[in-house]
């Protein structure tokens, strides 16, 4: 599966539109973590925690995705977006969406 | 008086380590920078046509906190308004680590240069203060048409011309 933020693959065609794909991941860290990086609040610093989190939900949300198109017979996902935010305290949600597309070679 | 020591004592913590964190990091930010300066970022949506090349999606997150120092300093700032220093050095540091990061999965894809970056910034409530959190993508061209000593005829023939 082919996943690009641009529209255009050069000496690729788009045979078939398939319309929009999307995945979504929401995770939190268990409370001691949330404690953890409290105290490292003062301190100041990267959380490291909260990194691999969202490195967790980015790849959860894009497979989502990948699976979804996978199975409306696409063999590639142009022109994906992320979208971030915040539900709640500790939470993060991570929202990813594109076109699925047939693409054939030129 | 007990609340106040811990006040002041908070303060220094944030002071003294907020700031050896964020001079360390900004040390080994332009160290990378310099590394990472032959894969160019680009923000342009239109990928060159002139050669082939193979597409892959990459990203990098980082989520930096503020420390005690800075959060008290910011709303302090924030009373009389004005340029709000400390949190704009913070969320440079966020944006630029991000990029770097996305940088090094492209170059471990052996890519040439990555194509439409965006960012995406948000907040995540960790604790009193807060942390940001950075998300930078874009897609990485990896050429394909690299020379493959092994598979092209022509250099072995050479090869064995050579000696002879």
Known sequence: MLLSNLEILPGKRVEKHLGLVQGSSVRSKHAGRDFLSGIKNIFGGELTA????????????????????????????????????????????????GTAVALVDE | MNNLLLFLGLLFCGWFFGRRAEQR??????????????LPAIASRFPPTDTAYEQQLVAGSTVVSSDYFKSITAAMINIFGGEV??????????????????????????????????????????????????L??????IPTNVVDIASAPNVTDMNVATPA
């Open chain 2, 136 to 141: 930078a993508y874009g897609t990485a061209l």
């Open chain 2, 85 to 134: 220093k400390p949190f704009e050095a913070l969320i440079d540091r966020a944006r630029r680590e991000s990029i770097l990061r996305m940088k090094a999965e492209a170059k471990s894809a052996g890519a040439d240069m990555v194509f439409n970056i965006k960012m995406e910034t948000s907040q995540i409530a960790a604790g009193r203060t807060g942390a940001i959190e950075v």
């Open chain 2, 25 to 38: 990091h900004y040390k080994s930010i332009i160290e990378r920078e310099l590394e990472f300066n032959a």
């Open chain 1, 50 to 97: 909260y990194t691999e989190l969202l490195h967790d939900s980015r790849e959860q949300a894009t497979q989502r995705m990948t699976e979804q198109a996978k199975s409306i017979g696409a063999n590639a996902v142009l022109n994906i977006r992320f979208s971030t935010s915040s539900i709640a305290a500790g939470a993060a949600e991570i929202y990813v969406y």
